[in-house]
Structures are given as structure tokens and as C-alpha cells.
């Protein structure tokens, strides 16, 4: 399967700065990654899915404005936290879908988003 | 809307105990049905996926049934081993809308 990764695996930032978290799809190209949040004890949130040259298309009740998709290559999309605040804080991770079979989904080890 | 659940929501069981867990989604009309194994701070681990024209799948000690009639399905753990202390996700795909996650269940399988 493929692998993908994160960077940071955990971040610690005041409230009011921009967090920048990167999601790579390391063994081959993915035109489309998925941007999940996870709050504790609760189910994966799909947030956005990222597609490489064009906008994101951000799921209902997620605000566009504050979680800034740049799916800038082929391997490499990128989620901002604008302006963060304590209640964003949240376990963060991405996936890229199969080539072979598109439903099956291969995630990054999460970033782990603590706002104080 | 899609909505998934999971039952139960914690299980601890002692060693070499077979066990399953029961996951329930509300509409049918599923393309497929996922089970993950998610490690504490770690990402998401894929462990069978049951196309919607399945009943079944196996991998190892793990299999997966899938009754889209009923709306249910079910992971099967044999001979359960502390390393399969985990969360277990279930995750219902619809046609085009992606995943919809349950909440897990919190399995610890005690030495």
C-alpha cells in the first residue's frame, strides 16, 4: 500500500497563530487527499478533500477561511489553521486513495494539534 | 444522512478470548464497508474492506462480515492477543461522499 506521511506528527501553538501541517504521499503521485479531524472519543470528521491544482472542496459546517487546503504537487498538500484557537485543537490526518481501488484509503500517522 | 454506530464502545477481554465487534450504519445504500485499527496518537491502519457485493472478508485472525440488508456488520477477532490492544473504526463509504467514521471501540486484551 502507500505510504504517507506527516509533518509535524504534534504541534503546540498559542491561540492566535497559523499552524501549517503537511501530508506527503511518499511511493506515488495522488491528484486527491482527504483532510479528516478527530476530537477525542469522537468519530473521523472528513473535513476537505484537497485536489491538486484546483480549489479544495470543503465539507458542510468546516469554514474554508480557516483551514486553508493548498494541494500545491502531486505529493504534497498542505492544511493551515488560521488563527487558531483552543477548541481546534484536534487530532489531524490525511489519506490518499488507491490507484488500483479507489476506495481504499491509505492515512498519514495524524498531527496531533494542541492550541493553548 | 449516513450515521454509523459501533457497539461496544470498550471491551477488555483476557488473552486468547475470540471476540467481535458490532458496527451499524443507518443507510444501506453502501459501496463499501471498512474496518480500521487506530493505535494511540497514530494514524488510521486499513484492516479489511467488504465491497457492498461481499458478505465476507478474511485476513489472518481477523474476518469481517457485511449484511447491507440489516445494516450491520461485524469484526471477528480470534485467538485475541495484547497486541491487538487498539481502537477499531468502522467507516461506511456511500457512493461519492466518502467515509462516514462510527466512533470506535476501545478493545484492550489483557496478558
Known amino acids: 500500500g502507500a505510504v504517507v506521511s506527516q509533518h509535524p506528527s504534534w504541534v503546540i501553538c498559542k491561540s492566535g497563530t497559523s499552524v501549517k501541517i503537511e501530508c506527503r504521499s511518499l511511493?506515488?503521485?495522488?491528484?486527491?487527499m482527504f483532510w479528516y479531524r478527530q476530537f477525542p472519543k469522537q468519530s473521523l470528521m472528513l473535513m476537505a478533500t484537497?485536489?491538486?491544482?484546483?480549489?479544495?472542496?470543503?465539507e458542510q459546517g468546516v469554514e474554508k477561511d480557516k483551514f486553508l487546503i493548498n494541494h500545491a504537487s502531486l505529493t504534497l498538500s498542505t492544511l493551515t489553521v488560521t488563527s487558531a484557537h483552543p477548541e481546534d485543537s484536534s487530532f489531524y490526518i490525511c489519506?490518499?486513495?488507491?490507484?488500483?481501488?479507489?476506495?481504499?484509503?491509505?492515512f498519514g500517522p495524524g498531527t496531533r494539534l494542541t492550541v493553548l | 444522512k449516513q450515521e454509523v454506530t459501533q457497539i461496544p464502545a470498550a471491551l477488555s477481554v483476557p488473552e486468547g478470548e475470540n471476540l467481535v465487534l458490532n458496527c451499524s450504519f443507518t443507510?444501506?445504500?453502501?459501496?463499501?464497508l471498512q474496518w480500521f485499527r487506530q493505535d494511540p496518537g497514530k494514524g488510521l491502519t486499513s484492516l479489511l474492506l467488504?465491497?457492498?457485493?461481499?458478505r465476507e472478508q478474511t485476513s489472518g485472525r481477523l474476518n469481517a462480515s457485511l449484511d447491507k440488508s440489516s445494516g450491520r456488520s461485524t469484526l471477528y477477532i480470534a485467538a485475541s492477543q495484547p497486541g491487538d490492544s487498539a481502537t477499531y473504526l468502522c467507516a461506511a463509504d456511500n457512493y461519492g461522499q466518502n467515509f462516514v467514521f462510527g466512533p470506535g471501540t476501545r478493545l484492550s486484551v489483557l496478558p
Open positions: 489519506s490518499v486513495p488507491g490507484l488500483a481501488d479507489y476506495n481504499e484509503q491509505f
Open positions: 511511493d506515488f503521485q495522488a491528484t486527491t
Open positions: 467488504i465491497q457492498s457485493s461481499q
Open positions: 484537497s485536489n491538486e491544482g484546483s480549489k479544495a472542496t470543503y
Open positions: 443507510d444501506s445504500a453502501i459501496y463499501n
